[in-house]
């Protein structure tokens, strides 16, 4: 079966390709099975490329998908840990209102607010918060999940 041939196929071929845009085979692999709900195999392929990387540049990324798999298999003192070690990395790599940071932040939210921990989850929004109002687009749809 070709895309060229079918152009629902194609269709999403191009809309994939698109939505994933990792920087390796093996990235887009992961993000691939994150997409589609297979969480331990996105897991295994993140924790090769952990395994496989020394720049903590990427290996903050890494981390950042890894606490995802996490998240959503509801491992949720797992995935904080994860999403931690994401924001330590990150902070020597990227500005302190990186919009990756505030993603990490927001993350840790939601993992708190899911084992019912609301203090700290309110504490890790109004991070995320913070940084997302600094941006260039005040009114971005990222500040009303913020507001959420």
Excluded: C
């Amino acid at each position: 079966m070709s895309g060229d041939s079918d152009p629902q196929l194609s269709n999403l071929i191009t809309h994939m390709r698109e939505e994933m845009r990792g920087s390796t085979g093996w990235d887009r692999l992961g993000q691939l099975l994150l997409t589609l709900g297979e969480f331990k195999k996105a897991e295994e392929v993140y924790q090769v490329l952990l395994n496989r990387r020394s720049d903590s540049n990427q290996k903050g990324y890494l981390y950042h998908h890894l606490g995802y798999a996490k998240y959503q298999k509801s491992e949720f003192k797992a995935a904080i840990l994860l999403y931690k070690k994401a924001i330590a990395l990150n902070k020597t790599n990227l500005s302190p209102n990186h919009p990756d940071l505030a993603t990490s932040y927001s993350q840790i939210g939601a993992a708190y607010g899911n084992i019912g921990n609301y203090s700290k989850a309110l504490s890790w929004y109004k991070k995320a918060l913070k940084i997302r109002q600094k941006a260039n687009y005040p009114t971005h749809w990222l500040i009303a999940i913020s507001y959420n």
